[in-house]
């Protein structure tokens, strides 16, 4: 990670020079959920000494810990992605009221282009609708310096500071320059009921003081370093803030440029001197014209969204074309890259599980947010549904309730152990209460796979891998009041599809819970297993293995011709071949293969 010992110079990714700047700021306590491409900053944050961190259930409880934290008067902070700000948005929008003791950050990682997210939002609404103010950084370098910041302006104006960051920002990587850090506070109890308690008749006055706030925010946004008017030559000038302030610098590197470190609220005297120096006025950002709503709300005149796109990501090449089309070289043409389609790894857990439910095609499943959202893709094609963390539970619920018990087909939930923590098991306990036939399926690996290893209260570890109570998921099922529980090893296909099969018949809510480790753990990987290789005499072509999706099995097409010199029947299309290289030894291939195809030889 270091870049330059000798001058404090390191080279960090953004979420990594986040949590330098967190842990600078004096920030105390930190809570969050994992989610891309937020996950590194928590997980780099507890690496430094007199900081608390802790992974959530979910983000609704991460902010509020962080309330509470600020509310004991230390500098607190949360994080989580784009999608869970909107779990987070009951204590959010109170918060706004409270404001706190301790400085209060909540760092949202928005998601342009969806590259691990269900939907491409713009979380700057979020801080006009709760009436917060919002940085955002441009790079790792400004990334860090503006925790500092924001911790400062949530201290001076006693309230939350959103912190908006995108995926570029998240894990690009640059130079930031190592501070000193600030002293932390020390904790105490001081109470404050007319300023904390959200009763009505104290909210009604601290709604006022919000308006002020938000007033003295606006003043102090006309001098704030963060936003600075940047010379430059020519008639046209831009408007710009985070990571589309750097496409606009590479595209135009001449133009004048107005950078918004705070993009709510808006300076908005500078943006007016700003217009006024400039014959056409462009502003340039991803997603939704927040800026150039409210810029043309002032009533100053400017382009935006009719040039600029209001989907995905923005680079250098669509900035220049958007802007000047018949400018645009070489220089700036995107690289065209190959595809690369996601799947479940090798020797995954959940693959038996899709492979069951691929066969029973009367089954309507709603699955949920995770690593198993693959079981979509062919050749399992095993997920009907995908909505939100939770929802698989209570999708399935509902359409019970819709279909009636003798209506047609039959309902499955499928959802991970971390997403189950995080907001399933109230679903499961309104689908007991409320009689539902759904089966859920908790696929539980003992870890949040998907964002890359983080501890939940199911997996027995803390954030920082010291030992934790670990929920006992059957007996937490058999309180919610489950009739029917059952275990399974998903890598034993063929035992596994007659419990799937025998659950789903049920009329009574039923819970499966399938247990076995995500094949990526340290500990997985370092264990002795088996690999499995192809028998190539004795393969048919029947591709019962091929229909797993497994990476490490391909399948050879052949000629009839070519069957016939290899000694295949006439008719047999190709075969099947292990890489074994690639084979993490799961052996449900070897479950279903009937001709004895698939040999197995014990591995290093």
């Excluded at 819970?513 to 340290?522: D, F, K, N, T, W």
Aim: hydrophobic share 40%; glycine share 8%.
């Amino acid at each position: 990670m270091a870049f330059d010992e000798n001058d404090n110079k390191l080279w960090l990714s953004g979420n990594e020079a986040i949590a330098l700047g967190a842990w600078e700021a004096g920030i105390r306590v930190a809570s969050g959920y994992p989610g891309t491409p937020s996950t590194e900053i928590m997980g780099n944050l507890v690496k430094y000494d007199g900081v608390y961190g802790e992974w959530a259930p979910n983000e609704k409880v991460g902010l509020e810990v962080a309330i509470g934290a600020s509310f004991a008067g230390v500098r607190a902070f949360a994080t989580m992605k784009h999608v869970g700000l909107n779990v987070a948005a009951d204590p959010l929008f109170t918060a706004s009221y409270t404001g706190g003791r301790g400085g209060l950050v909540v760092l949202t990682a928005d998601d342009p282009q969806m590259h691990s997210s269900q939907n491409e939002q713009d979380n700057r609404n979020y801080a006009f609708a709760a009436k917060l103010p919002m940085l955002e950084p441009s790079d790792p370098a400004e990334a860090k310096s503006m925790m500092r910041t924001a911790c400062e302006l949530s201290e001076q104006l006693d309230t939350p500071v959103l912190f908006r960051i995108t995926t570029r920002v998240a894990h690009v990587k640059g130079v930031v320059k190592k501070g000193e850090p600030v002293a932390p506070a020390t904790a105490s109890i001081e109470k404050m009921p007319a300023k904390f308690v959200m009763l009505p008749g104290n909210a009604r006055m601290r709604r006022v003081e919000v308006e002020k706030r938000m007033a003295a925010a606006r003043e102090l946004a006309e001098t704030l370093a963060e936003n600075r008017v940047e010379e430059g030559s020519g008639s046209r000038g831009f408007i710009c803030s985070g990571t589309p302030y750097n496409y606009v610098k590479e595209a135009f590197p001449d133009a004048p440029v107005l950078k918004l470190g705070m993009v709510w609220p808006l300076p908005e005297q500078m943006i007016r001197d700003f217009a006024a120096s400039v014959d056409e006025l462009v502003v340039v950002e991803e997603l939704d014209p927040f800026l150039e709503t409210h810029i043309k709300a002032m009533g100053i005149d400017c382009r935006g969204k009719d040039l600029i796109p209001n989907q995905g990501e923005l680079n250098s090449f669509i900035v220049r074309k958007s802007v000047q089309p018949d400018s645009v070289g070489e220089l700036f043409a995107p690289l065209e890259l190959p595809m690369r389609p996601p799947n479940m790894c090798a020797g995954c857990p959940h693959r038996g599980i899709f492979y069951g439910l691929s066969r029973m095609k009367d089954v309507f499943v709603s699955g949920d947010i995770g690593c198993y959202t693959l079981g979509f893709l062919p050749p399992l094609s095993a997920m009907d549904a995908c909505v939100c963390m939770g929802a698989s539970v209570t999708i399935a619920h509902g359409m019970s309730k819709a279909l009636g018990k003798e209506g047609e087909g039959k309902l499955v939930a499928v959802l991970g152990d971390s997403t189950f923590m995080h907001s399933g098991i109230t679903g499961l306990l309104n689908t007991v209460y409320n009689e539902s036939y759904a089966t859920v399926i908790i696929l539980d690996n003992r870890t949040t796979a998907m964002t890359g290893h983080q501890e939940n209260p199911a997996s027995g570890k803390t954030i920082k891998g010291e030992p934790a109570n670990a929920i006992d998921l059957e007996k937490l099922c058999q309180s919610l009041g489950v009739p029917r529980v059952v275990v399974v090893n998903p890598h034993e296909v063929n035992a596994t599809r007659k419990v799937l099969k025998e659950e789903i018949a049920s009329t009574e809510p039923s819970v499966i819970i399938s247990r076995a480790p995500c094949v990526l753990l340290p500990e997985v990987v370092k264990a002795k297993k088996p690999v499995y290789f192809t028998n190539l005499e004795n393969c048919t072509g029947c591709t019962s293995c091929v229909r797993l999706g497994c990476p490490a099995i391909s399948w050879h097409p052949l000629t009839p011709e070519q069957a016939v010199e290899r000694g295949y029947k006439e008719k047999q299309k190709g075969h099947a071949m292990i890489t074994e290289v690639q084979c993490n030894g799961c052996g449900q291939c070897a479950e279903l293969c009937k001709f004895d195809a698939i040999g197995k030889r014990e591995g290093n």
